[in-house]
């Protein structure tokens, strides 16, 4: 019996938990023996959504590159991460098989599902609105908590029951959103709270500012089909978007730091801006729109020797790149040079503390 699709509402920051799903879904599908998240697939097809529009800006243009087959133009392959959180969170329950295990800034994550051994229990914690949403398409199962609040909110701590047999923590995708001082104060609260818990979060180990150092580590012929996706996923987004989607797409370009801007409004005038860029310049506003989609939050950089001078509680158990140790044979050309350029320039990294 065909079951009717669920239909949500999203805004703002709490359509972009929207995202990362979609992510896992396309590489579960497409790469099924490095990730596969069956809860994820399953969700994507529940929820009615139109994913290459979005009601929420330029995240419909960033939903369309992959759909173009081309992961590398956008932040699809960087999911792969995913199985660095499912490994590490395993190693963790493997030793403490009783442990709380607490889900920071959940969205519509599945972690628990891929990594459950039967017996640990699970808390999910985010902003009520996304509770919500989450409760609609995935009512909690036993062992599974949901915590309605902020994770500055500190009260929320006290709603974790049991911390005797152990607590490690998940932080996928969160602290990008927030200023560097907020995560330190973050930390310190984890510290007063789950001494001896352990964390694994990702953060950007290298700015993505530096046009040069990412965009020429590839073949030009590469760079130009990236370019080429970009641009076929934003006139896709553009032919769906409302108008007010469209007014904000135009004022970011207004604000980008090139030196000629459209003539007009219309996507023929954008497209014909677009065209008369130099390569570079065009990489300038790819990365301009990744900015302005992050709204200049978290455009700092974090290394692990950072730690300790935050918080003298805080011990570094591992920092390494995103893609370390996963299996590249099965890949094409192209994804296994974007996987060894990520890693070689050490743009992204995933740490593992213990506080």
């Known amino acids: 019996m065909h079951q009717s699709k669920i239909k949500i509402q999203l805004s703002g920051t709490s359509a972009s938990m929207l995202f990362p799903l979609w992510d896992r879904a396309q590489l579960s599908k497409e790469y099924s023996s490095l990730f596969y998240d069956e809860k994820a697939i399953e969700l994507v097809e529940k929820i009615d959504y139109d994913f290459s529009t979005s009601d929420e800006p330029f995240l419909g243009i960033l939903f369309n590159i992959p759909r173009k087959g081309n992961l590398l133009a956008g932040s699809g392959l960087m999911r792969l991460g995913a199985r660095q959180f499912d490994e590490k969170a395993k190693a963790y329950i493997a030793d403490h098989p009783h442990a709380s295990v607490i889900n920071i800034g959940a969205g519509l994550d599945t972690t628990f599902y891929r990594v459950d051994n039967g017996i640990i229990h699970w808390y999910d914690l985010d902003l009520p609105r996304v509770i919500d949403i989450r409760r609609q398409l995935l009512p909690e199962p036993n062992r599974l908590t949901y915590i309605s609040k902020s994770l500055f909110d500190s009260s929320w701590c006290k709603d974790i029951r049991d911390t005797d047999n152990g607590v490690f923590i998940i932080a996928s995708g969160v602290f990008m959103w927030f200023e560097k001082s907020q995560v330190k104060q973050f930390f310190s609260m984890l510290a007063d709270n789950f001494p001896g818990g352990e964390i694994v979060f990702n953060f950007r180990s290298r700015s993505d500012e530096d046009v040069d150092a990412w965009s020429t580590r590839f073949p030009p012929e590469q760079r130009d089909a990236m370019r080429a996706v970009w641009m076929e996923a934003m006139k896709e987004w553009w032919e769906k978007a409302l108008q007010d989607q469209k007014d904000k797409l135009n004022d970011m370009i207004i604000s980008l730091y090139v030196p000629t801007k459209p003539d007009g409004k219309k996507w023929a005038d954008i497209e014909a801006w677009w065209n008369q860029l130099s390569a570079r310049e065009q990489d300038e506003v790819i990365v301009g729109f990744m900015t302005s ?42 994804i296994r040079r974007y996987m060894d350029c990520s890693d070689e320039s050490g743009k992204a990294s995933i740490f593992h503390l213990r506080v």
């Open 293 to 334: 989609f992050r709204g200049g939050v978290g455009s700092w950089v974090l290394d692990a020797s950072e730690f300790t001078k935050w918080d003298s509680r805080i011990t570094v158990i591992d920092q390494f790149p995103v893609f370390k140790n996963i299996p590249r044979d099965s890949l094409s050309a192209d």
